[in-house]
């Protein structure tokens, strides 16, 4: 939950968003989901919790079968994905906000401010988490990254912070933007878990 300290009585979340819910968000949240399973990670005893939401999800939504393709790849469990409409609420209860653009992290910000120190897009929290010191948990980490956001120069293109969306495009563009977020989602997964529990 933003801003918590201390002691934890609820399980560490992180939150995807990206538009439609069905592309981008979706993946990042299952092969985040299937890496950490696979390694065990817990966070003060709990299992991390994973979820999804888009800005700007329509009625009929579904995962393109090139998604479902791009999860299973990366060891991701994409059956009964139902695509989430974001709200304030679920920003307000995730520990970690990670988002497809800029300007998806513009959105979070604007449901509720006090959610910007936790909100960074999937490249740009893959970049400051892999400069964060060692820590003791998940929270903590948010923290050191959140406190290291200005001190690490950005990437000379702002667009090298963003995700494409795929959607209704060539197959080879779901192909590059799935290895684009597996590779990112790798690097966070890898820090939680240096931050976690094993079960």
Partial sequence: MIGSSGTHDRPFSVLFVCTGNI??????????????????VTAGGRPIAVSSAGTGVGQGLEMPHEVVEQSRRFGGSPEGHVPTPLDRDLVA??????????????????LLPRASRVTFTVPQFARLVAEAPAVSDPWTLVDEVAA??????????????????????????YARVGDQIHDHVSVIADRLAQAGDRA
């Fill in 93 to 110: 209860d995730a520990d970690l906000i990670l988002t497809a653009t800029r300007e998806h992290r513009s959105v979070v910000a604007r």
């Fill in 23 to 40: 592309c981008r968000s979706a993946l990042g949240a299952q092969i985040l989901t299937a890496r950490l399973a696979a390694a065990g």
């Fill in 148 to 173: 290291q956001r200005g001190s690490v120069p950005p990437p000379e293109d702002p667009e090298d912070d963003d995700i494409e969306d795929p959607y209704r495009r060539s197959a080879a563009t």
